[in-house]
Nanobody
Framework: QMQLVESGGGSVQAGGSLRLSCAAS????????MGWFRQAPGEKREGVAA???????TYADSVKGRFTISKDNAKNILYLQMNTLKPEDTAMYYC???????????????????WGQGTQVTVSS
């Protein structure tokens, strides 16, 4: 069973930055597509960004140019660098893994097999 543990959330003012991390208990990235999702209270879980085993990334339109997904292959850590944060970015952020190196339906939550517990991001205006 894969374990995913997120960290790095917190409170920040609009315009600020945060970097989320996700430690993954996998021997190699080659068999997985990794994604970041978020869910605000009363809202559906939405895909934020995804990265496949070769490093190709996909972003939601709402975060393009502000967020960057990356991974440290040596440490098995997935990152989400979030810049120019807005109050509407406030949500619980989740790391997820999809079996298969190429992302399928990269920003669709039900296509993922494993989930972390989430880390809260709060952006104040």
């Amino acid at each position: 069973q894969m374990q995913l543990v997120e960290s790095g959330g917190g409170s920040v003012q609009a315009g600020g930055s945060l970097r989320l991390s996700c430690a993954a208990s996998i021997p190699t990235w080659s068999g997985y597509c990794m994604g970041w999702f978020r869910q605000a209270p009363g809202e559906k879980r939405e895909g934020v960004a995804a990265i496949d085993s070769d490093g190709a990334s996909t972003y939601a339109d709402s975060v393009k140019g502000r967020f960057t997904i990356s991974k440290d292959n040596a440490k098995n850590i997935l990152y989400l660098q979030m810049n120019t944060l807005k109050p509407e970015d406030t949500a619980m952020y989740y790391c997820a893994a999809q079996v298969g190196g190429t992302c399928r339906l990269a920003l669709v939550h039900w296509s993922y097999n494993y989930w972390g517990q989430g880390t809260q991001v709060t952006v104040s205006s």
